[in-house]
């Protein structure tokens, strides 16, 4: 197949033998949790944004129906709005990246653009934004992506690879471009985001017993202790039952983790004890997939460190896309995102071993907090959007610019501004493609088809 025309990049795929949406995700229902698939119909049903943001698999296969560049590179996979934010480095810098790397996979360039634009549009819609103004801010994705991609070819290849948005140094900038109120809310979130850290995240999940000893608190079924769900009733075809059982596969799988780190990292992990452990629902799209959070202490009275062990399974990327091995899942997760990331989590690693449920699975684990937080896309203004979608642009071109991929694409992209009109075309037309499919959903819930949990 040749390779498509930029024009050809406005292209949204037809109606005719398109997959019916619900269907895409009632069978990605099939793998997950049963217990939480409500809660994920309830998340994924409230807006047509939420909706978005639990649709990559129904988005990617549009995408792969429509005509592509067939330059690929490193892809974030599901690289909408709330999946960019801040953290901290390794180093205590605080930078502002991409955040979210479940679906990395190799594939065409622009279908991170694409997905990224289509969520301004939707995310603008939702807001209350006219066309024009939504027109605009998909516009501002591609722009700032494309004069990074044209300015990285003149850059050495480490320069690439070092470059980074320091929240610090680009905050100044930043509140220039900024309204008031925004500036403001930006302002809050940063400051929040210094103080999360295992200590706050104790704070916020945990209790104390007279003791002294920090418990996971119980908040089903969205925060549920390990204890909780050891019963014959989790677990009717047999496996792992009792407390016991359930803490000693509990320890093997994070002996398996502790096997992935680099030695001086292992040398760090090994201060710290395992405390205690629960399954936390996580995000939109992610919930259903098993996922813990794994409280441990070191030697002083406040030395906490909370872990995240998240499910990982195949791309959403990977049947449109074959020809790349994993030694595991949680490997594919935390390659792909030290390739696209400026700087990543010391504590990632992977494990593939038997959960509770006494089934094969692949994980990966990285810190719970450590000075992260996002932007509330349901909060910006029209001109707090602008530069939010710039920023994101921005940042991704960043990110693909790491690859060897940056030069191909750089001269696809020829310097003008018709790719920057080829997305916009595409991201307002598969904006009204989401709200159809969010609306199927909607349906969906009421006729009984799928089922939707009442969450508070």
């Given at each position: ?223 549920v202790p390990l204890t909780e769900l050891a019963t014959d009733r989790m677990f009717p075809g047999g496996g792992v039952r009792t407390a016991g059982e359930v803490a ?62 998240k499910q990982a399974q195949r791309s959403v990327l990977a049947d449109y896309v074959p020809g790349h091995e994993y030694a595991g899942q949680g490997w594919r997760v ?123």
């Open positions: 197949m040749s390779a498509a025309t930029i024009a050809q990049l406005a292209e949204v795929p037809g109606a005719s033998g398109r997959r019916d949406p619900v269907s895409v995700v009632e069978e990605q229902a099939l793998t997950r949790d049963q217990d939480l698939i409500p809660v994920r119909h309830a998340r994924m049903s409230a807006t047509p944004f939420t909706f978005y943001r639990g649709a990559a698999a129904v988005m990617t296969a549009d995408l792969a129906a429509t005509p592509d560049s067939g330059i690929h590179t490193q892809l974030c996979g599901d690289a909408h709005l709330s999946n960019f934010g801040v953290f901290y480095t390794r180093e205590r810098r605080m930078i502002f990246d991409i955040n979210d790397f479940d679906e990395t996979h190799p594939g065409p360039f622009e279908w991170d653009v694409k997905r990224l634009a289509a969520s301004v549009v939707i995310a603008g819609r939702n807001n209350g934004f006219k066309k024009k103004q939504t027109a605009k801010h998909a516009r501002a994705v591609a722009r700032y992506y494309r004069n990074y991609l044209l300015a990285s070819v003149e850059l050495s290849t480490l320069d690439c690879w070092y470059a980074r948005i320091d929240v610090d140094n680009r905050l100044p900038e930043l509140r220039k471009r900024l309204d008031s109120s925004t500036a403001e809310s930006t302002q809050k979130m940063l400051k929040k985001a210094r103080h999360r850290d295992s200590m706050q995240a104790v704070s916020k999940l945990c209790w104390v017993d007279d003791a002294g000893r920090a418990h996971i608190r119980s908040d089903p079924p969205l925060l000693a596969n509990g320890r093997a799988l994070m002996g398996l983790y502790r096997a992935s780190l680099p030695e001086h990292i292992g040398a760090l992990y090994d201060q710290f004890d395992i405390v205690d452990v629960a399954r936390k629902v996580v995000g939109v799209g992610s919930v259903g997939l098993q996922a813990w959070v794994i409280l441990m202490w070191g030697k002083g009275a406040n030395d906490p460190l909370m872990l995240q062990v935390i390659e792909g995102q030290q390739v696209m990331q400026a700087g990543s989590d010391q504590f990632l690693g992977a494990i593939t071993g038997r959960d509770i449920d006494n089934h094969l699975h692949d994980y990966y684990v990285r810190q719970l907090r450590d000075g992260k937080g996002s932007v509330v896309v349901e909060a910006l203004g029209p001109k707090g959007m602008k530069t939010y979608a710039a920023l994101c642009g921005r940042t991704l071109g960043r990110a693909h610019a790491r690859t060897a991929s940056r030069h191909a694409i750089a001269a696809y992209l020829d310097g003008n501004e018709d790719f920057d009109e080829a997305i916009t075309e595409f991201a307002l037309s598969y904006a009204a493609i989401n709200d159809s499919d969010h609306a199927a959903m909607i349906e969906a819930i009421a006729s009984g088809r799928i089922e939707a949990a009442e969450l508070v």
